[in-house]
């Protein structure tokens, strides 16, 4: 990726919904060459998508917890089973592998705590091989950034 790709990726983060006419003109190009180029970012994997940023309030989904889970045990099945079925609850927002004194850390979203409790009764502690899970509920969500940063090389931060 050159200097211009990085430019390009600012700019979408920015806002997805540019046309290829603005796109261009804020990256210094032309139509064709700046479509061409979002394609090779699409292509190889750099893009990996445009979504709609949804206000978790309007959604209705505006409880977060943070949930520590601990494996029974960690082959390469029991992981593979945990994964799979993590993919399958809706509530789970974010599910990563941690190294630790802990094997997943999750980010869950509900209406409130008493749907929060559901949640964990009905489906996260039914995960394959779940041992022991400890949640922590957010008071307060001070920074919730889903952009890369990028530098373009111009002394000037995007993204």
């Given at each position: 990726?050159?200097?211009?790709?990085?430019?390009?990726?600012?700019?979408?983060?920015?806002?997805?919904?540019?046309?290829?006419?603005?796109?261009?003109?804020?990256?210094?190009?032309?139509?064709?060459?700046?479509?061409?180029?979002?394609?090779?970012?699409?292509?190889?994997?750099?893009?990996?998508?445009y979504h709609a940023d949804l206000d978790p309030v309007a959604m209705d989904r505006a409880h977060v917890v943070i949930v520590q889970v601990l494996l029974s045990g960690t082959t390469a099945?029991?992981?593979?089973?945990?994964?799979?079925?993590?993919?399958?609850?809706?509530?789970?927002?974010?599910?990563?592998?941690?190294?630790?004194?802990?094997?997943?850390?999750?980010?869950?979203?509900?209406?409130?705590?008493?749907?929060?409790?559901?949640?964990?009764?009905?489906?996260?502690?039914?995960?394959?091989?779940?041992?022991?899970?400890?949640?922590?509920?957010?008071?307060?969500?001070?920074?919730?950034?889903?952009?890369?940063?990028?530098?373009?090389?111009?002394?000037?931060?995007?993204?």
């Open positions: 990726m050159d200097r211009i790709d990085l430019k390009i990726l600012a700019e979408l983060q920015r806002d997805a919904r540019l046309s290829y006419v603005e796109l261009a003109r804020r990256v210094g190009l032309s139509k064709t060459p700046c479509a061409e180029r979002v394609r090779k970012l699409e292509e190889g994997g750099v893009i990996r998508g099945h029991e992981l593979k089973l945990f994964n799979e079925a993590v993919q399958r609850i809706p509530e789970i927002q974010t599910c990563q592998m941690i190294a630790g004194d802990f094997d997943y850390l999750l980010t869950v979203r509900t209406r409130d705590i008493q749907t929060y409790r559901s949640v964990l009764g009905e489906k996260i502690s039914e995960l394959p091989c779940v041992k022991q899970t400890h949640t922590y509920v957010v008071m307060e969500v001070v920074k919730d950034e889903k952009t890369i940063e990028i530098r373009t090389g111009e002394g000037r931060r995007s993204g």
